[in-house]
């Protein structure tokens, strides 16, 4: 299988309205600037790079901006768009609906909405919800309604709630940390192991968790009811995305790692640009470790046992 075949989990989009709402207020993905972004330039970029299908998702700083009726109404507001968009282009487009936590029945109700009315993909929930990362127990009835309905859910980074460094924004270098604290506390925290029928994405290769998997696993001595076996199981129930991550230093440990299957092709395109995604692209295309079927498996056929409708695209 060509590498035309692509299907991208890890592209972002902007639309219109949301733009405007984080220039108006002055918000950014953890300090790196807004890109452009439009449904035709998106297109054109997945034609360039041989990705046949995009399942979008809003990036951080999400929708929720602290009050609870206006994150209602921009996650609405933003899911029906990208619905439209998804429903212009079923071929081309997919929907990872952006869900407004910390507010808990919000949540719950958009997720419902995104899931049973627009159809979207899956959801994509923020590494932690001003602080509130998504193993907290609060958290539960969202877990349990995107279980009933074997959700895919893709977890995407955000600023964690700590002093960004000076010239170093949050995607530098604080978002595969935050990542990996939000995977490893729903691990600890049970949520991988009470709702086994949602499918979890991580960004980034998951952050530095394939690498430090094991030593996570002594978390058992701080939780009750779970054991390191039962912890090491969880975490490898993750899958992972590729976007900016397919070097020769972060594969091996992915590889070694992820399940069979648990791998999934990522361009985080627009925020990281088209001239350095391509650079993650040739890394990929060019490691020398695959075995056979495995790198086609990456760029498609993995992504398509998560996404079945889009097995024809």
Known sequence: MAATARIDVHQHLIPPAYRRVLDERGLTAGGWPTPDWDPQAALDMMDRRSIATGVLSISAPGSHFGDDREARSLAREVNEYHAELVKDRPDRFGQFATIPLPDIEGAVAEATYALD????????????????????????????ELDARS??????????????LSGLPSPVLDY???????????????????????????????GFLPYAATRFTVAAQFNPGTTQEGILADLKRFYFDTAVSSTPYALPALLAFAEPGHILYGSDFPFASEQFGTQ??????????????????????NAEVLFPRLASA
């Open 176 to 206: 595969p940390f935050d990542t990996t604290r939000t995977a490893v506390h729903m691990t600890a925290g049970g949520v991988m192991s009470q709702f086994p029928h949602v499918k979890v994405i991580l960004s980034h290769a998951g």
């Open 117 to 144: 009315e627009l159809h979207a993909d899956g959801v994509v929930l923020l590494s932690n919800a001003h602080g509130r990362y998504l193993g907290d127990k609060d958290f539960e009835p969202l877990w349990a």
């Open 151 to 164: 959700a895919v859910v893709f977890i995407h980074p955000t600023e964690p709630p700590i002093p960004m």
């Open 280 to 301: 993650f692209d040739q890394g990929l295309d060019t490691y020398d470790r695959w075995t056979p079927g495995q790198l086609e498996a990456v760029n498609r056929g």
